[in-house]
């Protein structure tokens, strides 16, 4: 890693082109990034600060012709990858320069089989007889660690989980020992736990290959646990580059000082005082997905999933108790139950001495203003075709308020969760994500509710906004003492937003207390494995803010 | 709606198709100014070729002005395929809504009749239910409903499936809101615009259902229509070949264009389709 040798891959000045009539002229505006050999380069941004471009436009991937490298180089050996023909193009795809990308599962073939699909490697860029392209594919998932790789070769990507998918991208992408391997967040999509693994794997992998690894991420989490050098990027240019320590403990420029800033830190905010009131009780919830019959009754019997098994916790006044869990571990299907968006098949959902479980949907009605939920995704939560006012109002409307005072409350919420007054007539696609975040809160909001349930809030979005969000509901919280459910799967979020903790894994709640406790001190091998699994456990964010 | 026009106005075939489609309603519109008399009414010679004998498209066997015929023939056709193509959509949404919206048994027993009158041949059917009623305009209207809805109510219930769990309309439910509030004010609105394309598609087919039913002698037999001129046309093909060629340009014409407006309208509204110039 020394810098006087040549760099693998140098991209000089590049600035991608948008069509015209874009937000902005260059979606790359400038850049100058170096990657050395046996170096992890990690490029960290929001969304829209031109990483993912950046990374397309070395492997000549971008979406021609409306958007294409305007001025600049990518300097790769003898070649110019902005000017190279699409022939030699090809022959530097997947043997000198790979990518693996976010979502394995749309990256492979979903109708062949993982053998072929590595095979397909060999036979375009290898002379090689069969069989030793079958052993040589073998042995690429052997490297990267899959249990049984000959069953694996015969395997479709949809049998295969998320991780194991992953895996065998990142053997295809290897197969040819490529100078240098580009990953597009990689794990994002992935679950925490198999985050770390894979985050491992890479870099092994990396040392033993020597490859240059340009990862593209947006977690200040991942890059500390893997970049040698850091590259920062707004808006289409890069702000600042550095040595990871350099960048995540002392950062020079204002806008990396923000973003760190924004991470939330994984040491449990103070604990406060608890109330005696109990607002919500759930007793011995269960929920099963499945076992009905198609056709009828007389189809073949759905497979039974026990989403939900014997989940049981109270909420007190002014109090946030986080559900935290992995994909699949039925964290949103309890939001769901206590919404009674989802009709749970036995337990009591206990609010001011009323069991909502039985109620049927009249009866129910009443009591919906009392539990009110925020959901994840910030642009599937809003009708498209409804005004902001409208979507915020219709609550209150439904609930025989008279149109005025539901105007005028409606305004004063736009006023609490920060936005402009001026909303009140606009569409959602005129927001941003994090303004329809907010904009869902003071959905939420309008009926007065005792219980805010809020299914992974600000896992849609980028870390400032996210900070931001997380902020206002602390406010809410504190201003309207309401008592709040949070599910999420970050436990840095987590650390910050709750007072107290459930864990979920497959249905079942296998630890509960306070924050600052199941942090210190772990009791269940699941929650230690989660903790454990967190990226970038061993740098704190507060620090490298007090030392800038 | 500056931005639907000029969507649907980058389709040049669409904008052709539009102005074809204005020609002929205007016809439609003025046939009882320009042709008062009935068209079925002996106008003059028979078999008089285009030009001669005062008629601008020639007469038929029995002297009848096939001007005449093609201008009220045009009212017919846009009625007919208009008003079934209305029943149709209608008989389709509230189908289609009830089986994606609630699912299960509800989903089952419309869907599995839904495809039953889908395995029946379209024009065989509707030449049965027409035979069946009897010949007027109003059987001709019902059969070509009946025939049409199940491609609608599919389309529907596609649309409702993947909308009844997004979470705008969750947020719906947890304020308290009444299923058919849901699905009238918040579901219905986002899927007009498979809707209107596939009910713009759908008057062409309905046109040429009528044609094809007066064509065999199954229109009503007091109103003019294009098929029933290229039917009683047929036996004199090769001594008087504008009876059939003019309604048969105007059948083609109309067809084409519904259909070019069509495609425009899905350009110009369906948002996956907009990126592609």
Sequence with gaps: MTQSQNPLLDICNLHVALPAGSQREFAVQDASIRLHKNEILCVVGESGSGKSLTARAVMGLLPKPHVRVAKGQILFGGDDLAKVSDVRMREIRGSEISMIFQEPMTALNPVMTIGRQIDEVFRFHRAMVARDRREKAIQLLDDVQLPDPRRIMDAHPHELSGGQRQRAMIAMALALDPRILIADEPTTALDVTTQAQILKLIKDLQSSHNTGVLFITHDFGVVADIADKVVVMQGGQVVETGTADEILNRPQHSYTRALIDAVPSLSPRAPRARSDEVVLKVDHLDKVYGGGRAFFGLGREARKVHAVNDVSFELRRGETLGIVGESGSGKSTVARCIVRLIDAESGTILLENTDLRPLGRAALRPWRAKIQMVFQDPFASLNPRRKVGTIIAQGMRLMGRPAEEAESRTRELLDIVGLDERAFDRFPHEFSGGQRQRIGIARALALDPEVLVADEPVSALDVSIQAQILHLLDEIRERMTLSMVFITHDLRVAAQVCDRLAVMRHGKVVEAGSTGEIFANPRHEYTRELLGAVPGKHWDPRQAALSA | ?277
């Design chain 2, 1 to 277: 709606m500056t931005g639907f026009w000029g969507r649907f106005a980058r389709n040049r075939q669409a904008v052709l198709g539009l102005g074809i489609l204005a020609v002929v309603g205007l016809i439609a519109a003025t046939a009882h100014l320009f042709f008062p008399e009935d068209p079925f009414s002996l106008a003059g010679r028979s078999m008089s070729p285009p030009g001669a004998n005062g008629f601008l498209l020639g007469s038929d066997s029995l002297g009848r002005d096939v001007a005449a015929g093609i201008a009220h023939g045009a009212k017919t056709s846009l009625l007919i395929g208009l008003v079934a193509t209305i029943v149709a959509v209608c008989i389709g949404v509230i189908m289609g809504a009830l089986a994606g919206y609630y699912g299960g048994w509800i989903d089952d027993v419309l869907m599995r009749t839904t495809e039953m009158f889908q395995t029946i041949p379209s024009f065989i059917f509707a030449i049965l239910l027409v035979a069946i009623m009897k010949p007027s305009i109003e059987s001709i209207i019902i059969a070509i409903a009946v025939v049409s809805w199940p491609a609608v109510a599919r389309l529907v219930r596609g649309e409702f499936l993947s909308l009844r769990n997004r979470e705008f309309v969750q947020a719906c439910h947890t304020v308290g809101m009444s299923d058919v509030r849901i699905m009238l004010g918040e579901i219905l609105p986002n899927c007009l615009s498979p809707i209107i394309v596939i009910g713009s598609l759908m008057v062409a087919t309905a046109i040429l259902i009528e044609s094809g039913l007066a064509f065999l002698g199954l229109g009503d037999p007091n109103i003019m229509s294009w098929g029933f001129q290229i039917g009683a046309g047929r036996t004199l093909l090769r001594s008087a070949w504008w009876v059939c060629t003019f309604p048969g340009i105007a059948i083609l014409l109309t067809v084409l264009a519904i259909n070019l407006v069509g495609e425009g309208l899905n350009d110009a509204l369906n948002p996956r389709l907009r990126e592609r110039s």
